[in-house]
T-cell receptor
């Protein structure tokens, strides 16, 4: 299909790991992105991965890319209440194609 | 930090009023975008521009119009606002061609039409 797909909601306890999954559409995408949107704000680029990489780690964030299945995931280790936000997966198809967003809720 | 600014952040107006949402960026980006964001979170592209005097409609039909007279400025106008226009409007920009191609977003303008 033509949609970037991701699950809409994820709830975890503080200190647990969070994993947000995404299926993208364009196998020729050079970069794939994760954006974060905090309440009442615009989106901010959280991290990205170049298409020739399988994994990228940046402090508590790990991005995994499976090009064969067009699957992208974002793992947040030791999730904190400040990580509560909406996370968007995006690919540069057209200008930028976004998933519907995953609302992450972190419970104390 | 992104140098892209939207005003007003919040606006409550009555039906039939004309409104303009302002968006300015100081990064010299040629490409600029307007997204409408549902209460359910999904982003819909409503307008974009690849440079001065270039404007195009996005994937979601919108009664709003845009203009791009200067590189740094991309205002969105609703001639006659209706309750169905109540939404969050996000402006974004990016470099043409080089780099990672990331979008830089403003903080958004939340419009409520009574």
């Amino acid at each position: 299909g033509e949609d970037v797909e991701q699950s809409l909601f994820l709830s975890v306890r503080e200190g647990d790991s969070s994993v947000i999954n995404c299926t993208y559409t364009d196998s020729s995408s050079t970069y794939l992105y994760w954006y974060k949107q905090e309440p009442g704000a615009g989106l901010q680029l959280l991290t990205y991965i170049f298409s020739n990489m399988d994994m990228k780690q940046d402090q508590r964030l790990t991005v995994l890319l499976n090009k064969k299945d067009k699957h992208l995931s974002l793992r947040i280790a030791d999730t904190q209440t400040g990580d509560s936000a909406i996370y968007f997966c995006a690919e540069p198809a057209g200008d930028m194609r976004f998933g519907a967003g995953t609302r992450l809720t972190v419970k104390p | 930090e992104a140098d892209i600014y939207q005003t007003p952040r919040y606006l409550v107006i009555g039906t039939g009023k004309k409104i303009t949402l302002e968006c300015s960026q100081t990064m010299g980006h040629d490409k600029m975008y307007w997204y409408q964001q549902d209460p359910g979170m999904e982003l819909h592209l409503i307008h974009y521009s690849y440079g001065v005097n270039s404007t195009e409609k996005g994937d979601l039909s919108s009664e709003s119009t845009v203009s791009r007279i200067r590189t740094e400025h991309f205002p969105l106008t609703l001639e006659s606002a209706r309750p169905s226009h109540t939404s969050q409007y996000l402006c974004a920009s990016r470099e043409q061609g080089s780099g990672t191609g990331e979008l830089f977003f403003g903080e958004g303008s939340r419009l409520t039409v009574l």
